[in-house]
């Protein structure tokens, strides 16, 4: 057999267009990177000055660091009389009930899907795929005018909605599931123990490499999420929320240094999540889509 | 004749059972009340095994069967039903589909049909071959990887009104693009970039497009580091070049995972949509059909109309998707 050129996947060598296209790759997120980090310190910076500062001198580091501006919008972030401590309260349980109840939920019935064999498992199976496949639009209206019927709007009750996992969100769990051994359950039943110890003293133990990022994505969803708080929590808004409305007012009453403070504000506790996990979710996205 | 004792028949039990022992008396004691065999049921262990799936399979499938199925069906007959202003009674109709011609011959419907493309194409055409490039080039283990993977997914993971509003104030005219633009380049009036109809859609769009950057490229990474080594390095060893690679291995080995965004993209064709909410949730100019819906849904709680719209994009794009998908799944097959 003749090579016409011999290289290994290490081997650095390549042809001039191979290399053009890696540097303009490189150059094109430098530049990217290099932008959304410089507009994220220049939030950070103006956040800290006063706002003639910030009007006549927007690129300049702050004279003073006006600290003053996170008191101002921790003031201001309020909607419906409710303050930040209360949309706080409301973003916490808006996202970490979602974040532990789905994540359970959708890690069991993927355990279910992938371990056991039943009746009507392959018409079930199917059922989720088409849900996946069909695309529906109007169903927003039902689905608004349901969530006002059933009293789950405003209402802790929303976290009902999330006992689900009945849907797209199990396959991954179905694919870790799946690719673990059947014999580990047979050893619980020798052992004595029943299908619930088995789940959960020995898989769901097991499936901790995709249940932390599983839940940590949701809880960053549901923590950011203003839309859907925006139609079904109006009285009990959270932070992102707050923020949206802050956005609004901010277009009439000018303290820009004060709003930049409410963005950093609302931001760190998914940027502190994400600085201490974001081994933890990049390895298990990166490194095959969270197949565990 | 000495009288014999008699001993307190007490006495005798307690002696008794101190010599017995505690537990053999009692076995005694309820030897003498004999209890009724307890029938016990036995449960098989196959059938454990069901009681056990169906129990966890339980309360998803009713809360599939009312947030999904109930919340769907009552979208799709939403479309034959209209209510009554003067009496608030429900009535069923096929008027509905009447008016969502009327929207489209008389209302905003084409341009906002119009958004809703140029935001797919944003979101198809070009997110997915740049993310197989991106993925490609990260998958090569290019310079600056590391950073690059993790700056790459900050977007998706700041408040999307936090992000917005930052990138609002960095472009505006007293922002740091304004500060360049004025200072540097002398530009005399520094546009309200998304206050005013000529530059917001292109400014939602770029917006888009620059913190879509990533796209689907953590999906695509996934796929991409499936693909075994041998099989690259077998290729290699016959010579081929980085767009043969990208070609003839890479994309028919992710194909799965490729078709199925494809597939997905055209199944939510009329779906696309950008941060308008956000930015121009006033500006008629820069509507899709998906917010045109959100907005109905929110403002006016209207139903009907949004429902029997929906329905006929439903209605349009499942073929188109079910097109999509047999036509993907013909594609980079063996016999």
């Known amino acids: 057999m003749r ?25 094109v997120l430098f530049v990217w990177a290099a932008i959304v980090v410089y507009m994220l310190l220049w939030a950070f910076m103006c956040s800290l000055k006063t706002n003639l500062e910030y009007v006549n001198e927007p690129l300049t580091l702050p004279v003073q660091l006006h600290f003053e501006n996170f008191k101002i919008a921790l003031d201001k972030l309020s909607v419906n009389n409710i303050g930040f401590l209360g949309m706080l309260w409301h973003s916490l349980w808006q996202s970490v009930g979602p974040a532990l109840i789905s994540t359970t939920m959708a890690l069991l019935v993927g355990y279910v899907f992938a371990q056991y064999q039943f009746p009507g498992k392959a018409f079930l199976f199917g059922v989720i795929v088409f849900t996946m496949l069909i695309p529906l639009y109007g169903s927003m209206a039902a689905s608004y005018r349901l969530m006002f019927d059933l009293k789950l709007a405003n209402s802790y009750l929303y976290l009902i909605k999330c006992v689900g996992g009945f849907g797209g969100g199990m396959l991954v769990p179905y694919g870790y599931f799946k690719a673990m051994p059947k014999e580990m359950r047979e050893a619980v039943y020798v052992d004595g123990g029943s299908d619930d110890i088995a789940f959960w003293k020995v898989y769901f133990p097991l499936s901790r490499n995709i249940f932390i990022p599983l839940a940590m994505l949701t809880f960053i969803a549901e923590w950011n999420d203003f839309q859907n708080t925006l139609l079904y929590f109006d009285k009990m808004p959270n932070l992102a929320l707050g923020l949206y409305y802050f ?22 506790p998914v940027v502190i999540l994400f600085i201490f996990a974001s081994d933890k979710i990049m390895g298990q996205l990166y490194s095959g889509g969270l197949k565990g | 004749m000495e009288k014999e004792k008699i001993e307190n028949p007490k006495s005798i039990q307690r002696k008794r059972a101190r010599a017995m022992g505690f537990y053999e008396l009692k076995r005694r004691v309820s030897a003498l009340f004999p209890k009724r065999k307890s029938r016990k049921k036995v449960i098989n262990f196959h059938t454990k095994q069901k009681i056990f799936v169906w129990r966890v399979l339980a309360i998803p499938i009713l809360n599939f069967l009312v947030f999904w199925v109930y919340a769907n069906l009552d979208a799709i007959t939403m479309a034959f039903r209209n209510i009554d202003m003067s009496t608030g009674m429900e009535y069923w109709t096929l008027g509905n589909f009447g008016k969502v011609l009327d929207l489209f011959t008389e209302g905003n419907m084409l ?3 119009r958004n809703t493309l140029m935001f797919w194409l944003l979101s198809t055409v070009w997110a997915i071959p740049h993310s197989i490039m991106l993925t490609y080039g990260f998958h090569k283990k290019m310079a600056g990887r590391k950073v690059f993977r993790v700056l790459l997914y900050i977007p998706s993971i700041i408040c999307s009104v936090a992000l917005a509003g930052i990138f609002s104030s960095f472009i505006s005219s007293n922002g740091a693009v304004g500060y360049i633009l004025t200072n540097v380049f002398n530009v005399a009036r520094v546009p309200a970039w998304f206050a ?33 080594n041998e099989i690259t390095e077998a290729a290699y060893m016959d010579g081929v070049t980085m767009w043969q690679e990208i070609l003839y291995i890479d994309i028919p080995l992710m194909w799965p995972t490729l078709s199925m965004t494809i597939v ?3 199944s939510g064709l009329f779906g696309a949509s950008g941060p308008i909410l956000i930015f121009t949730p006033n500006m008629e100019a820069t509507w899709t059909f998906g917010y045109w819906i959100f907005d109905q849904v929110r403002r006016f709680q209207a139903y009907y109309l949004p429902a029997t719209l929906g329905l006929c994009f439903t209605i349009i794009a499942f073929p188109i998707a079910m097109w999509v998908k047999n036509v993907t799944d013909k594609m980079f097959t063996t016999e």
């Open chain 2, 111 to 113: 341009l906002y049909g």
């Open chain 2, 196 to 228: 005013e109809q000529e530059f917001a859609l292109g400014g939602l769009l770029f917006y888009s497009f620059f913190f879509g950057f990533a796209g689907q490229y953590i999906l695509y990474s996934g796929a991409m580091a499936n693909i075994s």
């Open chain 1, 3 to 27: 090579f016409r050129r011999k290289r290994d996947l290490l081997d650095k060598r390549r042809t001039i267009w191979e290399k053009m296209f890696f540097i303009l790759l490189f150059l």
């Open chain 2, 264 to 266: 997905t993209s055209f």
């Open chain 1, 247 to 268: 956005q609004q007012e901010i277009q009439y009453v000018v303290n820009n240094p004060a709003y930049f403070a409410g963005t950093l504000i609302v931001m760190a």
